[in-house]
């Protein structure tokens, strides 16, 4: 039968402004009541990897990326010196410019070129946030990339562009080269998106939306349960329990009663012997 608790001062603990009516965060508890939840973190955690990967291929169209490598150096391919005679100054020199030429093989005058090469339909502003550059720590290489819906385009436009860059560069930067290390190729797969990683993402926002709400409904949960937990919370000793006398009258067939060591089945009138 359940029984409510009585202790001393009770209703003294919740009301007054003591030390007994400060809240504290057990995290045991917290703990417990996430694996008490368990099944419904879980089916959460999986509602959100299948809404992720959902949205990923539903909503989320594929981009394909195309790329070339150019290696950088501070003299001129006309020049009388050849890479077998760089030293470590010309080779930090050529780092340094390494910038200046990603820079300039991005900038407008070289993409509308390579966008009319190419015979693209599409301006600077529309296409200059799928271009990119990167320079590789402490090497003289400089990467471009292309990185558009359709493989097709991205290769073209990365094609023009390491056709022209090489020429304005020369023309900008004097007695310095650029020389193709790779050349682009047609992209068979998708860059991006990942489904892999939006799965995971999204497993991993259900996984913390679902703790979220465990814990928010265990910290704004009230009630005691138990003369235990009464203790517990706050510190006070239990005087006594008082049975649940509505909980017996509506399960009275289940239980009995013993008078004179025999157990008589409970019925309306009590039964004597």
Request: net charge positive; proline share 2%; hydrophobic share 40%.
């Amino acid at each position: 039968m359940n029984n409510s608790t009585v202790s001393a001062n009770a209703g003294n603990s919740r009301n007054t402004g003591g030390k007994n009516s400060v809240n504290e965060i057990d995290l045991a508890e917290i703990a417990g009541a996430i694996w008490k939840k368990k099944s419904f973190v879980i089916l959460f955690a999986f509602l959100g990897a299948c809404l992720a990967l959902f949205i990923t291929v539903a909503a989320i169209r594929p981009t394909y990326r195309s790329s070339f490598t150019a290696y950088i150096n501070n003299h001129s391919t006309n020049s009388e010196n050849n890479i077998d005679s760089l030293n470590s100054g010309d080779t930090a020199a050529s780092q340094s410019l390494a910038q200046t030429y990603a820079v300039i093989m991005a900038s407008r005058p070289v993409v509308e070129d390579a966008i009319k090469q190419s015979k693209l339909s599409y301006s600077y502003e529309e296409i200059s946030d799928c271009i990119s550059t990167s320079i590789q720590t402490n090497t003289q290489l400089v990467t471009l990339n292309v990185t558009m819906r359709n493989a097709k385009e991205a290769k073209a436009l990365a094609d023009s562009i390491k056709d022209i860059a090489p020429d304005y560069i020369s023309d900008i930067v004097e007695g310095s080269s650029m020389k193709i290390v790779s050349s682009p190729v047609l992209a068979t797969s998708r860059y991006s998106p990942s489904y892999s990683r939006n799965t995971v993402a999204g497993m991993l926002i259900g996984l913390l939306l679902a703790i979220a709400i465990v814990v928010i409904q265990d910290l704004t949960d009230d009630r005691i349960r138990s003369a235990e937990e009464l203790e517990r919370k706050f510190g006070i000793s239990i005087i006594g329990t008082i049975p649940d006398f509505t909980d017996a009258s509506r399960n009275k067939d289940k239980y009995g009663y013993y008078y004179g060591g025999r157990k008589t089945a409970a019925s309306g009138k009590n039964s004597k012997k």
